[in-house]
């Protein structure tokens, strides 16, 4: 973080787009954050390309729920 304070991040989903390409979604807990990585855990600069990420996590996790949790 910019003030130096470090938040941890969890692993929550992996995701490949049509060329192959790795990237983590991650989320801390406490923040209630989510940041995208890439392949080497880089966080990603491109930030329409982490939302873009996310955007088709939370879709996929979506349906992947079970159907009592969907909403």
Known sequence: MEDGTALRFEVV???EDDE???FAVCYNE???EFV??????DL????????????DFFV???EAAPPEEQA
């Open 13 to 15: 989903g992996l995701v």
């Open 20 to 22: 192959g390409n790795a």
């Open 30 to 32: 406490g923040a209630d």
């Open 36 to 41: 995208v990585t890439d392949q080497f855990g």
């Open 44 to 55: 990603l600069e491109d930030e329409d390309l982490a939302q873009e990420i996310l955007d």
């Open 60 to 62: 996929l996790a979506e």
